[in-house]
């Protein structure tokens, strides 16, 4: 006796939950390594990493052993390879602090220190060969390169459902930012994000005015004298003093 078909529609509905709930990845341990040791406007407490860094070795264990597989949806790779880039940026910091800018290492986003799967990697390939290939120019300020003319860390972890919004915001508060980008009527003074990827930023058809003024409250208007603004790599750190621990 065959069953019902509602019965067998309910099961593939389940099967179908379960499938997709597998191809979740959880970023919890990193999102409150995140809420712990980055504050609201994006200040590094790397200290603070230091000393909770098995949150922090613990989630690179995850990402090592769950990687993006093909049946992920899109969100759900731009989320993980968005996070990874972050969390091993702070990596490259912590392994070699404490020092004044991340342009003291050797070749700091060359260099071969992390493993995914079995794979070492560098910051670079995160950036060039996996991140920029998505096609999504707002990735330039998710991404941190720990220096403080960089786009603010954001204090949680991005996710598929948080993702686009959270792009969207990120971009906005960057492009809006006075010591990051200056628009006036007169004066275009700009993030020299906007020159090393201008290929990035021309999308449908636009350049990187359009873009620009896809975000700004100021708009990029007529032919104002243009530039760009020297950057900023020192380290975007956040001095906490924590209690001396008193041993009876």
Request: glycine letters at 4%; charged letters at 25%.
């Amino acid at each position: 006796m065959k069953p019902p078909k509602f019965i067998l529609v309910l099961f593939a509905i389940l099967l179908l939950h379960q499938l997709q709930s597998q191809n979740s990845f959880d970023h919890s341990v990193w999102d409150q390594a995140l809420l712990l040791n980055v504050s609201e406007d994006g200040q590094v407490d790397y200290n603070g990493f230091m000393r909770d860094s098995s949150q922090l070795y613990e989630y690179f264990k995850q990402l090592s052993e769950n990687t993006p597989q093909e049946n992920w949806t899109r969100e759900e790779k731009l989320a993980y390879w968005i996070n990874a880039y972050n969390a091993y940026t702070i990596k490259l910091i912590i392994d070699s602090y404490p020092l004044k800018s991340i342009k003291e290492l050797e070749d700091p986003w060359g260099k071969k220190f992390f493993k995914i799967d079995g794979v070492w990697h560098s910051l670079g390939e995160l950036e060039h060969k996996i991140l920029r290939k998505f096609g999504d120019p707002r990735i330039h300020f998710a991404i941190n390169c720990a220096s403080i003319s960089c786009p603010v860390v954001w204090n949680r972890a991005y996710t598929a459902d948080n993702l686009h919004n959270a792009l969207d915001r990120q971009t906005s508060k960057f492009i809006n930012d006075p010591t990051r980008n200056t628009i006036t009527d007169k004066v275009v003074n700009v993030s020299k994000i906007f020159n090393w990827y201008k290929k990035d930023f021309r999308v449908n058809g636009g350049d990187v005015k359009d873009f620009i003024n896809r975000y700004a409250t100021v708009k990029i208007l007529n032919q104002p004298k243009k530039g760009y603004k020297e950057y900023n790599w020192k380290l975007n750190e956040e001095s906490k003093v924590y209690p001396a621990v008193v041993v009876d």
